[in-house]
Structures are given as C-alpha cells and as structure tokens.
C-alpha cells in the first residue's frame, strides 16, 4: 500500500512541476511514507527522521514531510518531537498539500514534468481503501478509515493507462481487496478482475491482501477461469488455534478457512498459497501455537509471513496485556521459520521437471534474468532473456526460497 502511495505522490508531484524520485543529495523536499503495523515499522521511521534531520541541515531550503499511517495516528506529536520536521499531511487529502507545494515553489516549477521510469513493468492499483473490519490487534481501521471502493471504471482507465506505459503485470489492492463493491453496479472483486482482464495487453493479474471472510468461490473462479489471473492466493489466517482468533475477532474458524483453501485447491490446479501468522498475540498458549504449527504443517503454504504480536495503541486488544514474554515470541517466531523453511524447501524441490512460466522482472549483475511464476515463485533463468520476456523454462533446481530454470 505504501509503494502504491509513493506512486501516486510521484505522479501528483510531476503534475505540479516537481521532479520526483531524484537521489536525496539533490533533494530539496523528502517525504517519508511511513508505516505504523508493527511498532518496530514505527521505530525505523523515527530512525529515517533523525538522519533526515541532518540531510536538512546540508543545505539551506531542504523540507522533510510525513505521510502514511504515521501521520494520523501521531502528526501532532511527530512535530513537536522531530523539530526538523515540517509538514504532516494525509494521503487521503494530499490535494491540500500538494496545493501548498505548488504556492511555495512556484517561482521554480515549470508546469508539468515527465515521469521517469516508464520502463516499470509491475504496478500497484489501488481498489479499495480502508477496512471495515476491527480485528482486535490491528491499527489499519484506525489511520486508514472505512472502506471506500473506487468506480470500477476509474480502475479499468488507470489499467488501461499502465499497461499503455509497458505495464505487464498489475497486482489490485487493498486492505480488504475482496469486499471492494463498484460503486456504480455494486458488482465486486471477481467482476472487476474480468474487466482489468479484458485489457489488451495485460499479461499478468493479481490481488491482495484477501481476508478469509470474503473469499468467494466465485472469486476462485475468476484466479481459475480469467487468462491473465495468476494462480496464487495470499490468505492471511493469523492463526491455526480458533479460541485466538476469536480474540482476534477474525470472524472464522480454522475448518472454515481450511474449507476455503480445500475448495481453492480443487478448482485451481497448482494454485500457490501463501499467508500471515500472528506469534505470541495475547494469552497465547503453547496448545494454540501448538495448532498454528499443526495447522501449517497440514496447509502446507508456499509462503509464510510471520510477526510477534506488537501491541499498538488504540486498539482493541491493547486493553489486554501483552503477556508472552519476548523470548517466548522469538522462539514461536523461530520454530515457524524453521518449520516453513522445510515445507517451502519440498513444494518447490516437487517442481524439480515440470515448466513454469516466469515473467521476466530483471538482469542481474552476473547477466542472469530473474522473475516471478505465475504462483508468485522467485524464479532464476540460465538462459538469456529480457525484462518483460515471459519464458517458458524447466525447473532444474529448488531452495526453500526461488528456484533455479533453464
Ligand atoms: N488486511 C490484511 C492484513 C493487513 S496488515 C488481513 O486481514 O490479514 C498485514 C499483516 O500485518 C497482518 O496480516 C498481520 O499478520 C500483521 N499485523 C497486523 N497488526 C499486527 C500487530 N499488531 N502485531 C503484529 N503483526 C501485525
Ligand atoms: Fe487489519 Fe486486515 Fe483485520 Fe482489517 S482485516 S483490521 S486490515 S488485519
């Protein structure tokens, strides 16, 4: 969600005259897009302004703003502590402050600047804004507001325009991606995939961040029957105990999201599944983490993010105490890894033979190319291509991370 902000900054900034992304020596303005999920998200930010507040110095006229979730939760006190700050601004009414920039360097700006980086083949397009759900550990409902899903043909345009600037694939977004509703139709995800797939020349689609909830068998139909719908599906379950999602206020149990993937699985053949666990949320026991291992080792997920619980002010369950010990969170957070490390090590060592389709996203250094498979996999090519390429290779050899095709 943030890289889609500081996109849409990029472009709003090149509208007004402002030359964005330039190195930060040669900055005048430096806007943090900032992050408050986790408090150590919080933490590298304050890191960020303190070595920002020295690039100010550098030079006579340089500004510093802030945006992102920071920016609601603690703008007024981000400006009284960071004296070096200058501009807390939220990104749901940049207008405002894009208005300020243009009033402030108007003597300097030319009319609108180009933007660079056409050459960008992946981007972000956000759907739907906000979560209307109040999942007790979370922040997002609070800095990020309700839902509020944008025109469906607002999305099929700026799809359009994209994939017009060599855009080959486009990951959909939102908190909730799939309870977005077309404010012209009330039709929903699955329909509005069919209408970005239409574009011509879209290679690839994707979605996130899912909540189980809402994951639809229609909405699998769409990963399953749409051409450019990529055969993966990130479905954040937090954990395999029911008693702590029920603290959780997830609103499903761990049969019902089983159920879901079962049905996924069966209808999308060689469907990549990946997710996010919650390690050392409050009261957690060793039996329920116990079932989150359970759980895993049963799902076998391609992917797994793991988190310790951070308690964020503000919410729900910030009324409870924190009560696992740090150390009990890290050896959860480790016997995860561990545990995924080996599963995802045999799911991608079972592609060993078979074909995949890699989108190719770079050349590194050594001239490898290196890409995603439509199942999001890290994958590396011997042979010689070109980013944009979409290669048909052979997997010849697998870590627990990406996989090596020729
Ligand atoms: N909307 C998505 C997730 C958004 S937040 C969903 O419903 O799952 C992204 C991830 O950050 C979450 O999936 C969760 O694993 C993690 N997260 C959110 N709040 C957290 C907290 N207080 N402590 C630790 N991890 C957290
Ligand atoms: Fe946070 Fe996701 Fe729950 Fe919304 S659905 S409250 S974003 S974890």
Not at 241 to 263: F, G, I, Q, T, W
Request: hydrophobic fraction near 40%; charged fraction near 25%.
């Amino acid at each position: 969600m943030n890289a889609a902000d500081g996109e849409s900054l990029a472009e709003q900034f090149a509208e007004i005259g402002m030359v964005p992304g330039v190195p930060l020596q040669d900055a005048d303005l430096a806007v943090l897009v900032t992050c408050a999920v986790r408090q150590h998200a919080e933490d590298r930010a304050s890191s960020h302004l303190g070595v920002l507040a020295s690039w100010k110095t550098m030079r006579a006229g340089r500004a510093i703003a802030l945006t992102g979730c920071m920016a609601g939760e603690h703008g007024e006190t981000l400006l009284r502590r960071f004296p070096q700050l200058d501009y807390v601004f939220d990104m749901r009414e940049s207008d405002g402050f894009m208005a300020r920039m243009r009033d402030l360097y108007q003597g300097a700006l030319e009319g609108p600047v180009p933007l660079p980086g056409s050459d960008r083949l992946l981007a972000y397009l956000p759907v739907i804004l906000g979560c209307n759900e109040m999942c007790t550990y979370c922040i997002v409902p609070f800095v990020r507001g309700r839902e509020a899903s944008r025109p469906a043909a607002e999305v099929e345009a700026q799809a359009r325009q994209l994939v017009g600037q060599g855009v080959a694939e486009i990951t959909l977004l939102g908190q909730n991606v799939n309870s977005y509703v077309a404010p012209e139709d009330g039709s929903g995800l699955p329909e509005l995939m069919a209408r970005v797939d239409r574009v011509p020349g879209l290679r690839r689609l994707r979605f996130l961040t899912s909540h189980p909830r809402n994951a639809s068998d229609r909405l699998l139909d769409a990963i399953a029957e749409l051409p450019t719908a990529c055969e993966h599906l990130h479905l954040p379950v937090q954990s395999g105990s029911d008693s702590c999602l029920r603290r959780m206020k997830r609103e499903y149990s761990v049969a019902e999201y089983s159920a879901v993937l079962e049905r996924a699985r069966e209808r999308i053949p060689g469907l990549g599944l990946s997710t996010d666990i919650i390690v050392g949320f409050c009261g957690e026991t060793e039996e329920e983490f116990e079932a989150t291992m359970r759980m895993l080792r049963q799902v076998r997920f391609d992917t797994v993010h793991v988190q310790a619980y951070s308690p964020r002010p503000g919410t729900a369950a910030y009324r409870r105490a924190d009560d696992v010990p740090l150390a009990v969170k890290k050896e959860r957070l480790q016997r995860v890894l561990r545990l995924q490390r080996r599963i995802s090590l045999e799911r991608n060592e079972a592609l060993v033979g078979t074909r995949v389709q890699v989108l190719v996203e770079g050349v590194a250094g050594d001239g490898r190319a290196f890409g995603r498979t439509r199942q999001n996999r890290v994958a590396w090519i011997l042979s010689e291509a070109r980013p944009g390429e979409e290669v048909s290779a052979e997997v010849v050899s697998a870590s627990a991370w990406q996989l090596l095709a020729a």
